[in-house]
């Protein structure tokens, strides 16, 4: 694959999620950032069972804070899930190289990134009836969709 995206999980809480969204972008040639402090650790039987025994092929970047991602990427040009923002991810023209950033289960993005960048900010459909979409389920299509466009 070709496309050169980046997925980013701000403060990860769930293994079994961060498992199956690593297991993903070693099957699409995705980068995987994750930013630190994570609700777990990397050694986890849990993240090492979702992602299998793909974890060798995993692109990892790890993050100490989101200042250090921005530092180390500066010319990043993201886009910021939130089940609160205008724009559905598929209003989008994805770009090679683009960073898809994504929250912690419990809480989403920080309120200030989500603030500084509110041009860039996509959402999944959803109706009222669930507070959110579940982390692996929602990094899947939105990946996939930027994914089908670079295509």
């Known amino acids: 694959m070709d ?9 990860p809480e769930i293994p079994p999620n961060t498992g199956s ?11 995987l950032h994750l930013v630190e402090p994570l609700g777990f650790s990397l050694e986890d039987r849990y993240l090492k069972r979702a992602g299998l025994d793909y974890w060798p092929h995993v692109q990892l970047q790890l993050h100490p804070s989101l200042d250090q991602l921005f530092a180390a990427h500066p010319a990043v040009r993201g ?4 089940k609160a923002a205008e724009r559905l991810y598929t209003e989008v023209a994805y770009r090679r190289g683009d960073f898809l950033f ?13 603030a500084a960048h509110p041009e860039a900010t996509i959402r ?11 982390l692996a389920n929602a990094v899947a299509a939105i990946l996939y969709e930027a994914i089908r466009q670079l295509r």
């Open 21 to 31: 969204i690593a297991r993903l972008c070693a099957g699409t040639d995705t980068v």
């Open 102 to 114: 994504f929250g912690r289960e419990t809480r989403g993005l920080p309120a200030e990134l989500l």
């Open 3 to 11: 496309h050169h995206l980046h997925v980013v999980l701000v403060y």
């Open 124 to 134: 999944l459909p959803q109706n009222a009836k669930i507070r959110s979409q579940n």
């Open 79 to 82: 886009f910021y899930a939130s």
